[in-house]
């Protein structure tokens, strides 16, 4: 069962946890967290001690004397980052006692993360909603496009949740990429492979030792030239029906038939680092959600009302 902060989500933003040692060289749980973060000031840290922002299980503030070994985790609230406003709206698409279900656009975040707090899906709708306890049920990568979906209340967002553990959610997404100079690859086919993902590495990687965890169904709708920004160049149009949900898996899976995702800086070479550029969106979109809903036994779709700029303008 997950711990319940015993502090309120706070202009959309829940605080944050931090696990404390029960032994060590600190004589007390303030000394601790300085030395942790010792990137930042300490008298701002101890500041938040004197104010009594920072807090134990039970809510109650700890002092800066608070003797290391009082509390297992310490809960606060993070300094907002100083954020500029990311052009782009989210549209919400359903909502029901239950359910919230939105168009995500290419470069909001789902959840607060690198560098981006207010600018988050998640923080977003709890401010607009006024939904403290609202929480995404899947994931989407920021720079892709679609379908995202929300919970609403904590007593049955399990039951949403189990759906996507236990694959029995019907996904659909598109994408477009160059058609490369050998042409385009026999489709409809399917890949497997096995990929695997470490924390601070931005790519996952395929190996070719053990089970393969990972399946998608490549599936052909066009081939023509782009409409978009990339006018005239020869583009093929995917369908792609994912059967198990890896990080990254799309975009390495049409990397690895020679039809990586148009504007993709990760695969099939990544890139060096660089500003998001609103004209040039990784051309991979969310399009379907279909499932039998866990709470009323229905079948429930969601199609987004969003496209790829660069799907092609007429057949080849």
Do not use: C
Request: without cysteine.
């Amino acid at each position: 069962m997950a711990m319940r902060a015993p502090l309120p989500v706070r202009d959309g933003v829940g605080p944050t946890r931090l696990r404390v040692p029960r032994t060590g060289p600190w004589p007390t749980i303030a000394a601790y967290v300085t030395d942790r973060f010792s990137h930042l000031d300490p008298e701002v840290l101890l500041a938040r001690f004197h104010r009594g922002e920072v807090v134990g299980i039970d809510g109650m503030p700890l002092t800066p004397d608070t003797p290391l070994g009082a509390a297992d985790f310490i809960w606060y609230y993070r300094e907002p980052p100083v954020e500029d406003v990311l052009p782009v709206t989210e549209e919400i698409l359903h909502r029901d006692d239950h359910l919230v279900v939105i168009d995500k656009p290419h470069f909001l975040p789902t959840t607060p993360g690198g560098g981006f707090l207010q600018n988050s899906a998640l923080v977003r709708l709890r401010r607009r909603l006024d939904l403290p306890e609202f929480t995404p049920i899947h994931r989407l990568d920021r720079v892709t496009a679609g379908l995202l979906m929300f919970s609403v209340r904590p007593d049955s967002r399990g039951a949403y949740q189990s759906m996507f553990a236990e694959r029995t959610v019907e996904k659909v997404y598109e994408a477009v990429s160059a058609v490369p100079d050998a042409g385009v690859p026999e489709l409809p086919r399917v890949v497997r492979s096995r990929l695997s993902s470490e924390k601070g590495r931005l790519r996952v990687a395929e190996t070719v030792e053990g089970e393969p965890n990972s399946e998608t169904r490549i599936e052909h709708l066009a081939t023509g030239l782009s409409s978009g920004t990339h006018a005239g160049l020869p583009v093929v149009h995917t369908l792609l029906r994912p059967r198990t949900g890896r990080m990254h898996q799309l975009r390495a899976h049409l990397a690895a038939i020679g039809i990586g995702i148009l504007n993709d800086r990760f695969y099939p070479v990544l890139e060096d680092e660089s500003p998001d550029d609103p004209d040039r969106p990784l051309q991979l979109l969310a399009r379907e959600l279909r499932f039998v809903d866990p709470l009323t036994g229905r079948p429930r779709e969601f199609v987004t009302g969003l496209t790829l700029r660069e799907a092609p303008s007429r057949a080849g």
